[in-house]
């Protein structure tokens, strides 16, 4: 089917790339070729069943498997070990079928055609997006977001930062909000005016190279019939549709300064798809997991106005970053630890979250004292920790975060070797142990959260992590609803975003060199006052190129998109 | 089996008339055979699969279908016109069940035998009712209702009056509360001492011409044990048998001039079970929807004391009310919009919800501007619509609602072309846009509402009406929980129903002509002052016949029942 | 599989006895098997369908059965009828499978060899454990625990009275609490230090003779990762191990003098599985149950410091208490009703909770007034009930519970014959019946509620039957978390034992005759001043040793317990 449409499709000139597939994810099937399949994939990683028994622990209620043939299928499993290496196995379908795809894709493009995917917003965590950009040219992203008065600005950015880091290049918004969402029509909510213009350049100050919505039209008929497009059911303009139309005009315009923009940051959040899921089959909360924490240190860095990338285990030089938040790193190799650890040691600064370094890659805890190998660079031990019945406050409230001076969720019972103290409980039995520290360890540290921090709690502990220690510049003076990303222009000029997500008119002190608004063309000198109408931006290009940066990473830029 | 039954019992000469089944609805099956019934219908209705690949918009998402063999059958579906197209049939499949069974026992049936069906009370969306009593002599419903101090008359009145509607003559209760309902002891609420009386006279002011109990005794075993009769497990007479006895000795007395009471309505509202499922299958809120709205509006007439008919789009004469009251009429024909624009045109007043026009009866939208072939009627047009995050006020509360001036849910972006706005948002966005609209169209009026209304809204909204407007008779004068329920007596003489739905005594004037206390056979003056006991009634007939109306409708009374 | 293990472990000298199976119950499958199992069971018990049609009630919706091979299998069944018979059959199948395990165990155990079953703590409904009970020579248990500020003493004593009552004798904890309980991660409460120790003296107090713990160490991989043993994953000491070590040594140094402790109770709890069922089929709320009611009368006797059996149906001796408390008794045939009124006649105190004596032991409802057998020592009778929408306070608050005061849920609408009523509902319609009501019968009372109370109703109307009245001692006033025990040691020596569940410490006068305090080997003399620290106890042994009693239960104890 793929050779017959490429066949009839490739020399078309209107063809620029080929998107192969729409959000392909595995569905939980258990079918029997997928437990073929499963069986097989064991047989290639493990080679025997007496080695699953052991790693996985079998043994235990009676479980061992004599043989293949006797292998239990997923359904009504409850071992950890197993639930995890058949999540890794549902992620490596999708890889492999994408990167099929795209062989035979390949085979007929022009050399000017890209070849993409594109997933939803957010992080999936079924598919394992990184290891599939490989295979493809350019990152794509269907981020659908929240508008009128629940437009806030991270959600967008979560997304955009994500398809970036995915192949540290620009990316393309392949479909977003037209008029509204949803499969039926509770949820209508179409923008008010300025917004889908605040989300357009949005994503290009996330490094988005490309802009499209899902779709053209409203549909009359079909499931689809309440995602509205840019036109309503009845074809004619519309004010949504005005609005489409001024975005297109400006781009037209301003187009060739505004895409290759190049993020620059400091900060990387390192994502484990293996702990989500490890932690999922052993929750410590019904609300709280793996990724609603990784959500929080996301949003503290947005709310701190500190541009961060995302980082993945297989990933060769994260190294690079100055400062790295881990998000409870439950499940990881040796190897794995080893690296933070040596990062930490060569003049890293990680911020490490409860639960990190405790079971290995199957799931399997360790026989040593948690952290296990991080025990050294973390610079203390634990053999207990407690579910925190109740929310705790942190005594003395170290962080000045008043009234969300709080903990909860989870308490691990941190016996101090070398590391200091940042907070303990201000509990009758747990003020025994520390909540927060911090252990020296070669040129670096490590900061390590014990427990589940309120949000507030989390933004005052990242802000005091050394290389972000005194972040109280310009851009931490901006006013809250008033985001900044800086970055680079494809001639290498810094160029910075200034997006208003509110519907209230803001100003303030602009603080680089001198510069040019793009979207008016007036020039802004050091120190003038910006203002941005509700729902609107500023985009702030500099007259002189920066100086050349010879670590800079090398950016891949799509084909056909220039 | 009925073949049997009926040879069997046909010349009894305890038989009055026949039930044939018992509240016979369909099962959602989705049966081979009732996939195979469903391919035959579409078939004779639509010919052929291209038309319904046209219809439905099959095309989107690959699900184009080639021949009727690969018709996909309801499980997984997600096309609402598909969805709309199998409740029809699901629907049909009970009316030619019931119309089959009808038609044999019609063979057997001696001439003084009636032919009935008996429905749950409330409005039943799996069943067409109204189709169905074409092919009876009778109405007849099995209704439950709260009792002790949930006891309220309007789920009574809202059974009864639709009910009556669907042959438009007096109906039978075949079933309703004796003791207690329900299939376990949660639910065991006997009523108060009046209660089962105050009931069952509330059934003939809607023109019940019988009222039965569900059941004679209580069971001793088996699913039903709690659903409980008029005497207890013990047999022995009790507290609520004792009740009964008194009415049974009273309708024996008054029966004669009880029986084939008329009520006369000038309002009626539009059911269209179409749009139930049409909104359903697209809802645009989880607990608001088409019957919410329907009951609301009900509601509203009951505490107005305006009594009221249902009609239905197949029915060929309701043009004859003054006043319609019309759901959002999601779904809808040409021909079922352009007869309520015709309705208005010619004089009369139609009050419509949002939503109506859109669709059409395949829940197709229509390519062209909502509320499409209502828009020159309702003199305006819209192009977007939204969801209301939060309740929203309406602008200097028009009319004065108070606390209760509240729109919520949904919210048309209403164009005004001709029409006059009678209500506009308290919001910052929306406020350009009005919220409820009146047109004058050829000699009528069509007041719109954009907007989910508070109850009292609606309420209100409703009492300004044009021909209901001014609406402060005694009539509306009377006590908050006594219902009056005005008609005619068989004879032809006015009558009324004074019905107490409180635990309180109440007094008020009677404002009519000269009548007969019927209950106590009371002579009852004008201006006449009226008690009534705690669960109490009154049923007053005036002295003097009525003077005949041209117009008035013909009635149908059943066979058997005299 | 049995007759292998024991013939390769009989022999081994570290083996005291043989747990047979663990936790065993059934799994309401509805195999093919189970089903044809059933229609044996009823070929046996009941010989025809024709008679299960009638005692069941099949005629009813026409579900009369023709022949045993037409017999309805358990899905869908609505009968409660057939639902308690399957759920009489389901329990008797366990009985079965461990009766005949424990016969085949025990051609093989060597005479100091014992034989048990473990079951978890709290009271379970689908094992029939006083049945299986008879076939082993000990009971056990695998109770778990809330610890941290939840920890309260009622739940271990609840279960620890109950394995006792199984064989009127001491029992063992075979697996309890280590660390920490759960499947996952969400419920890790680690003990505060002391609760270990005061949860293994707790159970020591209510008549065990071992206590172990789930289990040594904390497993590595697999589905109980987290339920954590005395030692973690690094197995190194720890200090809830430290904690297990000290109770290990005063153990070795005290054992001899605690094991075979015989606490001494006059009321009694009677325990009806059928009524459990019977009840959860026909349920009057969806919160308060059989069991919740059973438990709260538990609770009441705790708070009350008066020690408790259970009884079960088909106990013989029941009659030998004063006191005994009879949750909804809804499921009974004439014979345990009759028990029940020959208790009261010759002297027996009996609090009875509504529902009791309505139903036979088919679920039929009796063809007689309420409480069928029940009337003449109840003194009343009933026709009617009603659910209560809201709760009712108790007019004049007759038990002085002050907020307290209030019923709810049910109300059975009494008819007093004989009875004195001690408090009616505060209510315009309900006020007319008693609420609670007392009979003196023969030499006895009966108290009887109709309606459901709050717990410190419930406590109060306990305190207030005959035998109970008064109650206001040295136990009744000891600081309220201080629990106490009485009974004898092996040697015959009256003990107690004092348990301080709270964090906080505590002191009392000791009112009883001079003693040892054992752990300590203090001497304590009358009216003497006691400390316990927080989460501490005391035991006192008294000097001399009790006088006989030849009214006193013979105890068994195990084999190979000492």
Not at 158 to 173: C, P
Not at 208 to 233: F, I, R
Not at 323 to 344: K, N, Q, S, T, W
Not at 479 to 500: C, D, F, I, K, T
Request: aromatic fraction near 12%.
């Amino acid at each position: 089917m793929i050779r017959r449409l490429l066949e009839h499709y490739k020399d078309h000139p209107a063809i620029i790339g080929f998107q192969i597939d729409n959000e392909t994810h595995p569905n939980s099937s258990n079918s029997r070729s997928m437990h073929a399949g499963f069986i097989s994939y064991l047989k290639e990683k493990f080679g025997s069943v007496e080695r699953l028994n052991r790693l996985w622990g079998f043994v235990y209620w009676g479980q061992l498997v004599s043989g293949w043939e006797d292998f239990p299928s997923r359904e009504g499993i409850l071992n950890p070990g197993y639930k995890l290496e058949w999540e890794r196995y549902q992620r490596k379908t999708v890889t492999d079928f994408l990167r099929w795809q795209a062989s035979i894709v390949r085979e007929y493009a022009r050399p000017h055609h890209f070849v993409t995917h594109n997933w939803p917003g957010g992080l999936r965590t079924d598919v394992d997006r990184y290891e599939i950009a490989q295979y493809l040219d350019v990152a794509a992203v269907n981020p659908y977001h929240p508008v009128q008065d629940r437009l806030d600005g991270w959600q967008i950015h979560f997304t955009g930062d994500l398809a970036r880091s995915l192949k540290r290049a620009n990316y393309l918004v392949m479909e977003t909000n037209a008029q509204t969402i949803g499969w039926d029509s509770r949820t209508q909510f179409p923008p008010y005016d300025g917004q889908l213009r605040l989300n357009a350049y949005s994503h290009l100050a996330a490094g988005a190279n490309m802009v499209a919505y899902w779709h053209w039209h409203s549909l009359h008929s079909g499931q689809e019939t309440y995602w509205k497009g840019l036109l309503s059911h009845d074809l004619e303009p519309n004010r949504v549709y005005e609005e489409a139309a001024r975005i297109g005009a400006e781009l037209k315009r301003l187009g060739p300064r505004l895409v290759g923009f190049e993020p620059r940051n400091h900060v990387a959040i390192l994502v484990s798809l293996d702990s989500y899921h490890g932690i999922q089959f052993m929750p410590f909360d019904d609300r709280v997991n793996y990724l609603t924490i990784l959500q929080q240190m996301y949003r503290a860095l947005y709310r701190l106005k500190v541009g961060v990338d995302f980082v993945f285990p297989q990933q060769k030089d994260w190294e690079r970053y100055r400062v790295l938040l881990v998000p409870p790193l439950y499940i990881a190799d040796d190897a794995l630890l080893g690296r933070l650890v040596e990062f930490v040691r060569r003049g890293g600064h990680a911020l490490v979250a409860f639960k990190s370094g405790f079971a290995d890659e199957h799931s399997t805890v360790r026989w040593q004292r948690a952290p296990g190998p991080l025990r050294a660079a973390a610079g203390f031990s634990y053999q207990e920790f407690s579910t925190l019945a109740e929310p705790v406050a942190l005594k003395g409230d170290p962080f000045g975060a008043g009234p969300e001076n709080r903990a909860s969720v989870w308490a691990e019972m941190i016996l101090p070797e070398t590391c200091e103290t940042l907070a303990v409980y201000d509990h009758h039995f747990f003020s025994r142990y520390p909540a927060i520290t911090r252990n020296r360890y070669g040129r670096g540290t490590l900061t390590y959260e014990g427990t589940y921090l309120s949000d507030t709690l989390q933004e005052k502990v990242i802000a005091n992590v050394p290389a972000l220690a005194g972040l109280n510049g310009a851009d931490q003076r901006l006013p809250e609803p008033v985001l900044v990303r800086h970055g680079a222009s494809r001639e290498g000029r810094p160029m910075r975003y200034y997006l208003n997500y509110s519907g209230r008119p803001q100003s303030f002190e602009y603080p680089y060199a001198s510069a040019t608004e793009l979207l008016s063309g007036a020039p802004v000198r050091p120190n003038q006052m910006l203002k941005l109408a509700p729902w609107d931006l500023a985009i702030l290009e500099e007259e002189a190129p920066e100086v050349s940066d010879g670590a800079r990473t090398k950016q891949a830029r799509p084909r056909g998109v220039q």
